[in-house]
């Protein structure tokens, strides 16, 4: 099968771009809440609790 035919058949549903969109934004938000310059003492925060944090914030997200 030519590369060409492949990525042409890996193509996206809407559905999926959003889940992957939503995905992502949660990732980068505790990725971006384990810096230390977000926390009031600049200490590292473990990524299940930023995690969490993220998952969080970007469910009570309203457009």
Do not use: Y
């Amino acid at each position: 099968m030519p590369v060409r035919e492949f990525l042409h058949k890996k193509r996206l549903s809407p559905f999926q771009k959003i889940i992957l969109g939503f995905a992502g934004l949660i990732l980068l938000g505790a990725l971006i809440l384990m810096l230390p310059i977000a926390t009031r003492a600049r200490v590292v925060t473990p990524f299940p609790n930023a995690l969490f944090t993220a998952v969080s914030a970007g469910c009570a997200v309203r457009l």
